[in-house]
């Protein structure tokens, strides 16, 4: 499994807003280490979404916001639109593993 | 704005070594602050993290695959590769290649920005 923890699947209607957790431990995002997540469309390659556990490059919609506390991050998704249906992963560095970590990804379904 | 582009054979047989190259536009592969990596996602699974390597030829790689994989740099083509030895099914994937970056140039604050397409490699006899 992944050395970070997301859940598997989250759902929204319209217009609504969702967060997705992403939890680590004590050698990544414990350890202090920045956290960037990304989009992946359906048959795409990610795409960064969030950098730095909480901005968005240039051209991400502000309704995308990101935060970090304690051994965890979240996404929040606000203002639920049919074209953000995709899968989210989360990203770090683990200091155990010497290297870049990612989340087992979360597909969010707009009903 | 950097561009990277995956290429290789789609197909490779199990015991052979899978060889992916990246081609980079837009930018040079020996510009300071630049890792430029590997990443596989198996089919329906999420992302796993292969390895970079630095312009200066420092590389960095996954532990559960390290002794199986070779990441190295081509200045002269502007390109990167990728060589994983010993190739079995649980290999197949989409790889893919990214740039792994941030303004203060360390590994444990980058992240990855902009990605190839990704190139699917079926290991299969």
């Known amino acids: 499994q992944s050395v970070l923890t997301q859940p598997p699947s989250v759902s929204g209607a319209p217009g609504q807003r969702v967060t997705i957790s992403c939890t680590g431990s004590?050698?990544?995002?414990?350890?202090?280490?920045?956290v960037h997540w990304y989009q992946q469309l359906p048959g795409t390659a990610p795409k960064l979404l969030i950098y730095g556990n909480s901005n968005r490059p240039s051209g991400v919609p502000d309704r995308f916001s990101g935060s970090k506390s304690g051994t965890s991050a979240s996404l929040a998704i606000s203002g639920l639109q049919a074209e953000d249906e995709a899968d989210y992963y989360c990203?770090?560095?683990?200091?155990?593993?010497?290297?870049?970590?990612f989340g087992g990804g979360t597909k969010l379904t707009v009903l | 704005q950097v561009q990277l582009q995956e290429s290789g054979p789609g197909l490779v047989k199990p015991s052979q070594t899978l060889s992916l190259t990246c081609t980079v536009s837009g930018g040079s592969i020996i510009s300071g602050g630049y890792y430029w990596s590997w990443i596989r996602q198996h089919p329906g699974k999420g992302l796993e993290w292969i390895g970079y390597?630095?312009?200066?030829?420092?590389?960095y790689y996954n532990p559960s695959l390290k002794s199986r994989v070779t990441i190295s740099l081509d200045t002269s083509k502007n390109q990167f590769s990728l060589k994983l030895s010993s190739v079995t099914a649980a290999d197949t994937a989409v790889y893919y290649c990214a740039t792994f970056s941030s303004p203060f140039g360390v590994v444990t604050l980058n992240w990855f920005d902009p990605w190839g397409q990704g190139t699917l490699v079926t290991v299969s006899s």
């Open positions: 990203q770090s560095y683990d200091s155990s593993l010497s290297g870049s970590v």
């Open positions: 390597i630095y312009y200066s030829g420092t590389t």
């Open positions: 004590s050698s990544n995002i414990g350890a202090g280490y920045d």
